[in-house]
């Protein structure tokens, strides 16, 4: 195992699971869980494109459907214009769902059943346009009232029409599951049919996951989830439609990783043998284009891959945490990277250990004091809901040898601790209301054109946004990875509008002169939150800066100005494979 293999495997796994809670997700003498049967063979497609499975008949009966063909949930046998229109709020009751998955384990009970939750959506053209894409806390323990562990996310869908449904309009809804913890993500097809005034149950399967490693929690879900209708139009139906508009015309051109020269061959040097439902995404972005492969999922292709989101885990500290200080120090100057962390977490001004670090060092997992990463360390922090219980976790731990900025020592707690600094230092400059993240959403995110990057917050009992956990918690679709690749690639820059310190993120490229941090291997080094990675590309060794996160979650920067998408939970932290295959088509070799 390589340094950087060991310092992104972030989350708590089956041993943690033991450490946490003794018997939860353990046999009963502490050892590993015991792995179900493996899921079924791929069901079969549609016959000649026959609508047999989820007619209308099956979606308003009683029976589950179980898991089908992904087909089945696309227009089959003949599609027409729908006659109906969707404007009002979907109510979803808390559902069983049919799975292998344990009902329990170190992150409690629960996972067996699909959420609770409401969602206000309107149709446009084919269009099925959710009004509320940021994370629904449906899930027990953040604010939801029901057993369910999931929260959701919401994505955009389909509406259509087909000769066999008696007149109905059918629909078929992306959502991504996550939940309270480490930041998993499950992405679920879901079919119903419609008219203005009723709906039938939803369909609904999960085949494809960026989850934790252990092999158990690879599999599937399905249920048949009892749906209601409130048919008054929501506030802001018409707003949503014009905004969603927008979205589509600022996502970048997508073409299919087949549509690039000798695909064949680059897409087999990227893969290195991992099997296809392996890599949950994997796209190229050249001169403006997204080239991404097709997903393959346990129930067929994924029929919208470019709408799916990831669980990305440590990439967040990069596409989340580093992204936010390049933007602060854009705005207020260079020098916030040099504040001092106890003077925006006051709760830590009694810990000698925090004495001294600044946002760099936090950023730069160069504290000089301990944290959390893995095992029963990390166990009180993540389990913690609320900013105050997470910075009282992590007061708990003690102080460490080394002066700040002097060892690399790399824990996602630190992250946490910069983002309620960060949270805390905006408000003094703004206003007590201010949100960092809020802030480059709005001044960084939409206008590259990402106006939907859903992330993991603490939850506060009181109603209060809660704290960005930055460890980990980021939920991209691949346009919106490969657009802040691109920013950090420009320095910055968009449209000829500097957004970030263009300083700093040189720095972090390692296109400036600062020193950066040795992790322990020669080949691999940390600065603000990005990683390099030396790596031969058969004609020379070059340095690719990395987002990186358990699982192997990868957004690549190559010197030659093209970046790669890789998001997996395969467990391998090897870049090479796919930087190989992007040196294909533009040689990063000088």
């Not at 559902?95 to 384990?105: I, K, R, Y």
């Not at 946002?359 to 105050?388: C, D, K, Y």
């Not at 992250?415 to 959403?441: C, H, I, K």
Request: one cysteine or more.
């Amino acid at each position: 195992m390589t340094n950087l293999q060991g310092l992104r495997r972030c989350w708590p796994r089956a041993l943690v699971a033991c450490v946490l809670v003794g018997l939860g997700a353990c046999g009963g003498d502490g050892s590993s869980p015991t792995t179900p049967p493996p899921p079924a063979a791929t069901p079969p497609p549609p016959p000649a494109g026959v609508r047999d499975l989820l007619t209308v008949d099956d979606l308003f009966g009683g029976a589950a459907p179980g898991v089908v063909h992904n087909s089945y949930f696309t227009p089959l046998g003949g599609v027409l214009p729908t006659s109906h229109r969707l404007c009002g709020t979907l109510h979803f009751a808390e559902t069983p769902m049919a799975t292998t998955h344990p009902d329990s384990g170190w992150m409690g009970s629960g996972q067996t059943l699909f959420p609770a939750f409401s969602l206000p959506v309107v149709t446009v053209d084919d269009w099925l346009i959710p009004l509320e894409r940021d994370l629904i806390l449906s899930g027990r323990g953040a604010g939801g009232s029901g057993r369910s562990l999931w929260n959701i996310i919401a994505n955009p869908g389909h509406v259509w029409e087909e000769p066999g449904d008696g007149g109905l309009s059918r629909a078929t809804l992306l959502l991504t599951f996550t939940d309270n913890y480490v930041g998993q993500a499950r992405n679920a097809l879901a079919t119903f049919v419609f008219s203005e005034s009723e709906v039938s149950s939803a369909a609904v399967q999960i085949t494809q996951e960026t989850a934790p490693n252990d092999e158990y929690l690879r599999t599937d879900f399905s249920a048949l989830v009892p749906l209601t209708l409130e048919s008054d139009c929501p506030a802001g139906a018409e707003g949503a439609i014009a905004a969603f508009g927008r979205e589509r015309a600022s996502r970048l051109p997508l073409r299919q990783w087949s549509d690039l020269p000798d695909a064949g061959s680059s897409y087999s040097v990227s893969r290195n043998g991992f099997a296809d439902t392996d890599v949950s995404a994997l796209a190229l972005l050249m001169d403006g284009q997204l080239y991404q492969q097709t997903v393959a999922t346990r129930s067929g292709p994924h029929p919208w891959p470019q709408w799916m989101r990831h669980g990305v885990f440590s990439v967040t500290k990069t596409l989340g945490l580093g992204l936010s200080m390049f933007y602060l120090a854009h705005r207020y100057g260079d020098a916030i990277f040099e504040e001092q962390i106890v003077d925006y977490v006051p709760e830590l001004a009694d810990h000698p250990g925090w004495h001294g670090v600044t946002f760099h060092h936090a950023l730069n997992m160069v504290t000089g004091t301990a944290g959390g990463e893995r095992g029963a360390a990390i166990g009180p922090f993540i389990q913690a809901r609320s900013a105050a219980s997470k910075i009282a976790a992590i007061h708990a731990y003690p102080d460490a040898p080394p002066a700040p900025g002097t060892e690399f020592t790399y824990y996602s707690t630190h992250s946490f601790v910069l983002s309620q600094a960060m949270n805390n230092y905006v408000r003094v400059r703004e206003g007590p209301n201010a949100d960092y993240w809020t802030m480059v959403s709005e001044d960084v995110l939409e206008p590259i054109g990402v106006p939907h990057l859903p992330l993991s917050r603490s939850f506060e009992n009181d109603g209060r946004l809660g704290t960005p956990i930055m460890g980990w918690g980021s939920y991209p679709d691949v346009d919106a990875a490969a657009k802040v690749a691109q920013l950090l690639q420009d320095e910055g820059v968009f449209q000829r509008r500097q957004l970030l310190s263009r300083a700093k993120v040189r720095e972090a490229l390692r296109r400036a002169g600062r020193d950066d941090y040795p992790t322990g291997n020669s080949a691999e080094r940390y600065l603000h939150s990005v990683w390099t990675v030396r790596t031969d590309v058969g004609s020379c060794t070059i340095d690719v800066p990395t987002m990186s996160g358990d699982g192997g979650n990868h957004v690549m920067m190559l010197p030659s100005g093209l970046s790669v998408v890789r998001f997996m939970d395969a467990d391998d932290y090897e870049v090479s494979y796919a930087t190989r295959a992007a040196e294909m088509y533009r040689s990063s070799c000088r």
